[in-house]
């Protein structure tokens, strides 16, 4: 999935690490989470849907935590910085723009 977008946006991702559930707010559900420098947490669901809920992680919340990498790669910040609206609005447009070309890629590989 990573090598469909190109090393320019993973350069410097040192993990992709998948999580146990974490309570950071009651009622606030959290999917991922990217730690810096470099690492990005994606966290456990409920088992419903399993399928579609693999594509929500995979295509949504994989690909709005490396944009926030990106984001923060580009801004050479070494420590953690303070997320801002423009930060989430990059995040989902990063996600958005690459949605489609990371299905294409793993449709292929997965001769559909």
């Known amino acids: 999935m990573l090598e469909a977008i190109g090393p320019w ?3 410097g991702l040192r993990a992709v690490e998948l999580r146990q559930t974490e309570d950071f ?3 606030f559900v ?3 989470r990217l730690r810096v ?3 990005i947490f994606l966290h456990e669901q409920p088992l419903s849907e399993a399928a579609s809920l ?3 992680m ?3 919340v994989l690909l709005h935590e490396l944009g926030h990498h990106v984001l923060q790669h580009r801004s050479r910040k070494v420590g953690r910085i303070q997320r801002r609206s423009d930060h989430e609005r ?3 447009a990063f996600a958005d723009r690459w949605k489609p070309t990371v299905q294409a890629v ?3 590989a997965h001769g559909r």
């Open 37 to 39: 420098p470099g690492e």
């Open 25 to 27: 707010r009651p009622g």
């Open 9 to 11: 946006a993973w350069y």
């Open 90 to 92: 990059f995040a989902e």
């Open 106 to 108: 793993l449709d292929v």
């Open 54 to 56: 693999r594509d929500f």
């Open 30 to 32: 959290v999917y991922g």
């Open 58 to 60: 995979r295509f949504d």
